[in-house]
């Protein structure tokens, strides 16, 4: 999992800056502000306090994710947290408008998280990508693995001897002839003695 966490720089601190600010602005104050209003004057319509009750816990865990640069993770839980504070939020500014100021501020949660998860995204991406573009373009050692090298050793063939000029230039000498005894004709005798 550390491998895909990256180190804040300063434009995501200014982001989880005014992601923090717009949730305890919408998620945390005023969010509170209804929840106990509905649970305490108007119980008819207690199921909107539930819903900003679980919004708000979704969008907390969220942003503590966002901390903790867990992007993948944080960027659904954003989504849900945020598609269910806003259709509570959107009955009530329907009846009323004035308060588009206290709930809508929750979209720049939103908002940042998306740009956080793209972010982090095309780092992931772009980093694999070069991984790859590494592997491909090693030499054969690092690729079988980490400290061990491949030796080729050429099979080497037993040398002959070499002969000199004059030896090679030698003829092979010429077998000796011998006839059998029976053959042989005494040329000494004369025939039928």
Request: proline fraction near 4%.
């Amino acid at each position: 999992m550390n491998k895909i966490r990256y180190d804040d720089w300063a434009f995501t601190i200014f982001l989880k800056v005014v992601a923090t600010a717009a949730f305890l602005w919408s998620g945390f104050f005023w969010s509170g502000v209804t929840i106990l209003n509905f649970y305490m004057f108007n119980t008819d319509e207690s199921y909107r306090a539930t819903g900003f009750l679980v919004a708000s816990i979704i969008l907390l865990v969220s942003l503590i994710l966002m901390f903790l640069r867990m992007y993948i993770i944080q960027f659904p839980l954003c989504v849900v947290g945020s598609i269910i504070y806003l259709v509570q939020a959107g009955q009530l500014i329907d009846v009323i408008e004035s308060y588009t100021i206290r709930y809508i501020p929750e979209l720049l949660l939103f908002i940042v998280s998306l740009i956080l998860f793209i972010l982090h995204m095309a780092r992931v991406i772009s980093k694999s990508l070069g991984e790859k573009e590494t592997f491909n373009t090693s030499p054969a050692e690092s690729i079988i693995g980490d400290g061990v090298t491949v030796e080729y050793r050429k099979e080497e063939k037993p040398k002959k001897e070499k002969k000199s000029r004059k030896e090679k230039k030698k003829k092979a000498p010429e077998p000796e002839y011998s006839e059998d005894p029976e053959n042989n004709i005494d040329e000494t005798t004369p025939d039928g003695d």
